[in-house]
C-alpha cells in the first residue's frame, strides 16, 4: 500500500533463461527468437536486467505428471526413433532436450507469478503440439500441461483454462485434457492447417481461410467470454502465438499487428477484470521477417504490462492467490 493506501502494481517480471534456444541451425522455427526478444525489451528500456527471472528447469516428475515415463526417458536418452523425430520435424540435440525441460520450468514459474500478480509472462513456452508419448510440430513437450499439472498437485489451483491463439490447432493440450472436468481447453485456429488431425478441444474455433482482424476478435470474443463465464477458471493460460500475422510463413490467417494486438487486450484484459490471473505463453511465430515476430511478441509483453497495472491500481487482483470460488478437484 502507498501512503495514500492504494494500491501500487508489483514489478512486471518476464522469465527467461538464455538456454531457451533450440537450437535448430537454418529452420523456419526462428528459436534464437527468444534472445531477440529480451535483448529488444531491454534496448528499449521496456524492461531492466533485473526484470527478468531465471527458471529453473522442471524435473522428470514434473514431466511424468503429463508425459509417459517412455517419452520422457527416450529425450532424456536420446534414443529416439527415426518416425520420433519425422513427427517432431526438428534435429534432436542435448541442448534441445535442456531446452524444453526449461521451458516447462519457465510455464510453471510464469503461472506461480500470475497467481501472486495477475499475470506471469515466459518468453517462450507454449508448445501445444506434445502429446503424453511423442512430439510433433516442433514440440517435444507440453509446458502448458505441465504447468497446470503441477499447480493442481500442489494444490495452488483446481480448474484452469487454455486459451490457445496460435494459428494452429492446439491438438496435443487437447489430447491431454481430454475428458477432464477441471481444464477448459480452448482452441481458435486456421482449420485448412497443420494439423491434419484435430482432437476435440472443449471449445474450437475453426477459422476459414484468410480471416482477419474483425471476424477473429468478434468470434474469440464470444466464444472465450462465454466460457469463462461459465467454467470459472481459477488461472487462464494464455497461448499467444504470433503466427496468426497475415505475412506468416506457416499461416493462412491475416491479422495485422493491431488486430493481434486487440487479441492480447480481450484476453488478458477479460480474465483480469474477472479477478482471474493470467499466464503467458508465446508459442508459434514464423513471419517472412523475423522482425515482426519480434515485434508481435514484444507488443503481447507491452500490452499485459499496460493492463497489469491498471488491473491492479483498480483493485481487480491481489497479491496472492485470487479466489473464484469452489470447484471440482483436479481429475
Known amino acids: 500500500m502507498s501512503e495514500t493506501g492504494a494500491r501500487q ?53 514434473d514431466l511424468r505428471l503429463v508425459h509417459d515415463p517412455e517419452w520422457v526417458a527416450k529425450l532424456r536418452s536420446g534414443t529416439l526413433t527415426y518416425q520420433d523425430i519425422l513427427r517432431l520435424e526438428i534435429p534432436y540435440s542435448r541442448q534441445m532436450v535442456e531446452a524444453f525441460w526449461l521451458a516447462a520450468g519457465g510455464t510453471i514459474l510464469a503461472a506461480r507469478l500470475a497467481r501472486e500478480s495477475g499475470v506471469g509472462f515466459n518468453i517462450g513456452g507454449g508448445f501445444h503440439h506434445a502429446f503424453p508419448g511423442h512430439g510433433e510440430g516442433f514440440c517435444a513437450i507440453n509446458d502448458i500441461a505441465v504447468a497446470i499439472r503441477r499447480l493442481q498437485r500442489d494444490g495452488t489451483i483446481r480448474r484452469a483454462m487454455v486459451v490457445d491463439c496460435d494459428v494452429h490447432h492446439g491438438n496435443g493440450t487437447a489430447a491431454v485434457f481430454a475428458g477432464d472436468p477441471s481444464v477448459f481447453t480452448l482452441s481458435i485456429h486456421q482449420y485448412n492447417n497443420y494439423p491434419s488431425e484435430k482432437p476435440p478441444s472443449s471449445l474450437d474455433i475453426h477459422l476459414a481461410d484468410g480471416i ?36 506468416d510463413q506457416l499461416g493462412g490467417l491475416s491479422l495485422t ?25 508465446l508459442a508459434g511465430g514464423y513471419a517472412q521477417s523475423v522482425e515482426d515476430t519480434i ?37
Open 257 to 281: 499487428f493491431d488486430g493481434l494486438k486487440e487479441r492480447d487486450r480481450l484476453v488478458i484484459w477479460t480474465a483480469l477484470t474477472h479477478r482471474i490471473p493470467v499466464a503467458i505463453v
Open 9 to 61: 502494481p508489483l514489478p512486471f517480471r518476464l522469465v527467461y533463461s538464455e538456454l531457451y534456444d533450440l537450437h535448430l541451425g537454418e529452420h523456419v522455427f526462428p528459436s534464437k527468437k527468444y534472445r531477440w526478444l529480451h535483448d529488444r525489451l531491454i534496448r528499449t528500456r521496456f524492461a531492466a536486467p533485473e526484470d527478468f527471472i531465471e527458471p529453473s528447469a522442471a524435473t522428470d516428475d
Open 295 to 331: 515485434t508481435i511478441h514484444a507488443n503481447t509483453a507491452a500490452v499485459a504490462k499496460e493492463i497489469a497495472g491498471k488491473t491492479w491500481a483498480a483493485g481487480q487482483t491481489e497479491a496472492g492467490p485470487v479466489p473464484t470460488g469452489p470447484g471440482p478437484q483436479a481429475g
Open 212 to 247: 482477419g482482424d474483425g471476424e477473429y476478435l468478434h468470434r474469440l470474443g464470444n466464444g472465450y467470454r462465454a466460457a469463462l463465464t461459465m467454467f470459472q477458471p481459477e488461472l487462464v493460460i494464455y497461448v499467444a502465438g504470433a503466427d496468426p500475422y497475415f505475412e
